[in-house]
């Protein structure tokens, strides 16, 4: 059934995408069903997964390479379902109304579905080759999505950040998996979790494993690609920059800890990570104008948050930071939903522009306060739920586990002060951000199907909040799946503790950091940092393709000489660094061993050399057919008759060739511009080459150590290939395809004459090719 | 085997490289040709001193080694083919322009100077951030 569902997604999205163009808004009720049926399938399993029950299916793929595909569904699992596949229905409503009748609603609702099947992959994966498939899967699909409006170079150029930052860390997290499963003998999560493996390879891997995942959840320092996603129409950035995508890293994180997080550097190494994401996100969400963008730091900031409670490995933390995973995703996505219907009815999101909203307002108002509160952790929401736990996990623990707390609140009075902030925006917009102008009053509200989703999710957020009992089970169980002594057992009141001390200092400090905005934003704006994180991305894509650059105009100069030279070069060169060790010499051989040789071999140096100066073309082609009719009677000296006749037939036929085509071509060698090779490497690159050649004639004459194959082939040629001469046998019988090869090369090149030969003269081009040069 | 005539595919490889490294394709042309003479040169000789011709039935001993012989066929005659379609090609360059020079790569060309602008304006597109 679980591959079914996922099938399902396949099926739906490829389904909606194709029919994208006659489906129009229809092809997102087609894709939303996939999300909706996955969920009430889980809500119908719920019961026995809750009670310990654990879902798993496995087929095989590559049996050979012990690759199967590896599907389990536990309770922690069953909480990301409803994180992907509840709110992920909700999303497919809300674009319903968000999209109208868009003429891409059909692409965004293929491609919506297809992200959903591949996130529902992520969290049921039980082998870590099969997430890395599926986490690789939600990348591209992010992709697509972000740059969905692909006629805006913004809208392309956040895409493609969020693809680079995003698969660069997701193959450092291949790396650690492959170094992972190979320590502990197995790719299946549940039995590495179960008998983690040690060892300073198996922290490496970790090590790259979280850097897979802190790109993935936007952690600093590899955050910037989130606030740049927002160019995103909002149902997108509602569903993978809240509630689905971004999780994924903590999902992964959360695993693994429980097993691996006293292993090298991972606790000290998530927690600090995640502390300094949780303040700086904080502090970057006071700043902007833009609500998404406020939103965004908001979830960056909470990202970081998630991070330290499920990645510390801590029973109660993890406890904690099950809880805070739903409430999230149940407040965040409701705010990004109300946000998108403001800027889809006023046409701005910018606090400074934004109108003030009227009568028919009051649905979303409710929405985006109750979201907002429980996002600030206001009693008696489901996020205080969240924030009350997360302060009792560290209130009793050892002095670093205070310092990570006072971490914690720090982090946790900047999202009260971004709350406020937000929920200003839907109040007074005046408070906080002076108006250009007057501000229009905007008293036409969204149709309440337009309000419906986001509504729905914040009065989730209450209602969870006030009867705690309702999820509890579903949390402690999440919790309990991922360490067995973890467990949560909510509870609105646990009477006055430290805990609720500290989330009332946390509500007073944050609202007296909202009071104090003025002087906040003055401090703000003298202490911030002027490099940005996107700076520094700039910054590094600016580089690499001036690398890229740089590297290919020296590695490809485009110069068929230079080209030549380094071939010509490493053939002599490399060679010889094996013929220094001088095993192989045999000493020197006769100088001379035949009379005949000493004028043959004078009229072949005189040829060539005399070939190589001639200044006059024709000139070189007459010595080069001289050097030729020296080979003839070399190969005479030599015994070798068949070589002599074709090498004279050869020549004879080359010169005729050379002559016929250089009547065309100027008489002598002019130079229009400067050689590519200097004279100084030519002629090094030449003797390199003329030394290795007589070192390798030397060598190979001292190399034969068996007797030459020729010797059977001589004795077999008259009975076996009824040929008396033995180099024809050869030929034609014992190396045939040999030279069937060699003829189809000539018919090749024939065929390649003649088509060069006859091709007519463009009757555009002047001889006159220097003004086209330069 | 003999240092002279090792000597001597030594000068022909090289000053077949040496020609080969020119931008003139009529050049080049030959300088492929030198070096298929200096190879093949190379070739026999790794197959000895040589001897009487290879044909069985006669009455000697002294046979050259005949396979290396039968390899050199192949090259003098695939150097051939070689040789006239880098003629042909010669003969075309000539047809469209009126000479047989080797140009650079016209796009590796705009790379270069692509890298070499970037040399030039780094860090000046940063400010506009």
């Known amino acids: 059934m679980l591959l079914a569902l996922l099938a399902l997604h396949a099926i739906a999205g490829l389904a909606a995408l194709s029919g994208a163009r006659r489906l129009g808004r229809w092809a997102l009720v087609l894709g939303g069903l996939a999300p909706a049926v996955t969920i009430t399938w889980a809500a119908s399993r719920a019961g026995a997964v809750l009670d310990g029950d654990v879902i798993t299916e496995q087929v095989s793929w590559v049996p050979g390479l012990d690759l199967s595909l590896d599907l389990r569904l536990d309770a922690f699992s069953l ?90 860390g997701g193959l450092a997290m291949l790396g650690g998996f492959v170094l992972l499963g190979q320590a502990g003998g197995t790719y299946r999560i549940s039995a590495l979790v179960a008998d983690p493996p040690s060892g300073t390879l198996v922290g490496v891997a970790l090590v790259l494993v979280l850097v897979g995942a802190f790109t993935k959840s936007a952690q600093y320092p590899f955050h910037s690609w989130l606030p740049g996603a927002m160019v995103a129409p909002t149902p997108i950035s509602a569903y993978l920059h809240s ?34 994401t949780m303040i700086a996100g904080g502090l970057r969400a006071l700043r902007p104008f833009d609500l998404k963008q406020l939103l965004a730091f908001g979830t960056i900031s909470q990202l970081g948050f998630l991070m330290v409670l499920l990645g510390i490995g801590l029973p109660e933390a993890t406890a904690a930071g099950c809880t805070l995973l739903l409430a999230h995703g149940l407040f965040k996505a409701p705010l990004f939903m109300v946000v ?78 971004y709350s406020l902030r937000l929920a200003a925006a839907f109040w007074r917009p005046d408070a906080v951000a002076p108006a250009d102008g007057p501000r229009p009053v905007l008293d036409h509200g969204p149709s309440p199907t337009f309000v419906a989703p986001a509504l729905l999710l914040a009065g989730l957020s209450l209602l969870l909040g006030l009867f705690p009992a309702l999820w509890s089970s579903l949390v402690d169980q999440a919790a309990a799946a991922l360490d067995p002594e973890a467990g949560a057992s909510l509870k609105l009141w646990h009477g006055i503790n430290t805990a609720l001390v500290l989330s009332g200092l946390t509500l007073a ?32 894509v600016r580089r690499v393709l001036h690398l890229a650059a740089l590297v290919t105009s020296v590695v490809q100069s485009g110069s068929l000489p230079i080209y030549a030279a380094v071939i010509l ?72 008759p068949d070589l002599a006749l074709t090498q004279f037939a050869v020549e004879t036929l080359s010169v005729v060739v050379f002559l016929l085509v250089l009547r065309r071509l100027p008489d002598r060698f002019e130079r229009h511009r400067a050689p590519a090779v200097g004279v100084v490497p030519r002629l090094a690159v030449s003797a390199a080459v003329g030394v290795f050649v007589v070192a390798m004639a030397i060598a190979a004459s001292g190399a034969r150590t068996e007797p030459p194959v020729s010797r059977e082939m001589t004795e077999r040629a008259l009975p076996e290939g009824d040929g008396k001469n033995v180099v024809n046998v050869i030929l034609v019988d014992f190396r045939g395809l040999d030279t069937l090869g060699e003829v189809t090369v000539l018919v090749a090149a024939g065929i390649g004459v003649a088509a060069l030969a006859r091709a007519g003269q463009r ?7 220097r003004s086209e040069v330069t | 085997m003999s240092v002279l005539m090792a000597v001597t595919a030594g000068v022909l490889c090289a000053t077949g490289t040496y020609l080969v490294l020119g931008r003139q ?37 002294d046979f050259a080694d005949p396979l290396p012989q039968a390899l050199v066929l ?31 790569d016209v796009e590796d060309r705009r790379i270069a100077r692509e890298a070499e602008h970037l040399l030039d304006d780094r860090g000046d597109e940063g400010a506009e951030r």
């Open chain 1, 340 to 417: 998108g219907i403001v800027d889809h009815e006023a046409h701005t999101r910018d606090l400074r522009t934004l109108p003030r909203l009227g009568t028919g307002w009051t649905t979303v108002r409710v929405a985006a306060f109750l979201s907002a509160a429980s996002m600030a952790a206001i009693p008696p929401l489901a996020g205080f739920l969240a924030k009350e736990k997360a302060y009792d996990a560290f209130v009793g623990g050892s002095d670093g586990e205070r310092l990570v707390l006072a971490g914690i609140v720090a982090g946790s009075v900047l999202t009260v002060a």
């Open chain 2, 74 to 104: 192949t090259a003098i005659v695939i150097t051939f083919g070689v040789i006239s379609f880098l003629l042909a090609l010669a003969y075309r360059s000539w047809v469209v322009t009126a000479d047989d020079e080797v140009e650079d």
């Open chain 1, 509 to 540: 400090l944050g609202t007296g950091l909202f009071a104090a905005r003025g002087a906040v934003a003055r401090a703000q704006a003298r202490l911030a940092p002027t490099v940005t994180g996107a700076d520094v991305y700039d910054a590094v």
């Open chain 2, 25 to 61: 394709l009529s050049r080049v042309i030959i300088g492929i040709a030198m070096l298929g003479h200096g190879v093949n040169v190379l070739l026999v000789l790794s197959g000895g001193d040589g001897g009487d011709p290879v044909l069985v039935g006669e009455d000697v001993t």
């Open chain 1, 569 to 640: 070069g490493t053939a002599a060169v490399v060679p010889a660094v094996g013929l220094l060790s001088g095993a192989w010499w045999p000493g020197w051989p006769t100088l001379v061993t035949r009379a005949a040789d000493l004028p043959i071999a004078a009229l072949l140096v005189i040829a060539a050399l005399a070939a190589a100066m001639a200044a006059r073309r024709f000139v070189a082609a007459l010595f080069l057919g001289v050097a030729g009719y020296a080979m003839t009677l070399f190969f005479v000296v030599q015994g070798a």
């Open chain 1, 763 to 769: 009757p555009d081009r002047r001889p006159d090719r």
């Open chain 1, 243 to 276: 509630a689905a995508m971004v999780k994924a890293g903590v999902y992964l994180v959360a695993l693994l800890a429980p097993a691996f997080a006293t292993t090298g550097v991972w606790r000290p190494l998530v927690v600090g990570v995640g502390l300094t």
């Open chain 1, 79 to 168: 909480l990301m379902i409803v994180l992907v596949s509840g709110i992920g229905t909700l999303v497919f409503a809300y674009a319903w109304s968000y999209f109208g009748r868009a003429e891409k609603v059909g692409r965004v609702a293929g491609l919506l579905t297809l992200f959903a099947g591949a996130m529902l992959g992520v969290v049921l994966a039980d082998n870590l080759l099969l997430l890395y498939v599926c986490w690789e899967l939600t990348s591209v699909t992010s992709y697509l999505l972000i740059g969905i409006d692909d006629d805006e170079p913004e809208a392309r150029a956040a895409a493609l950040h969020a693809l680079l930052v995003t698969s660069l």
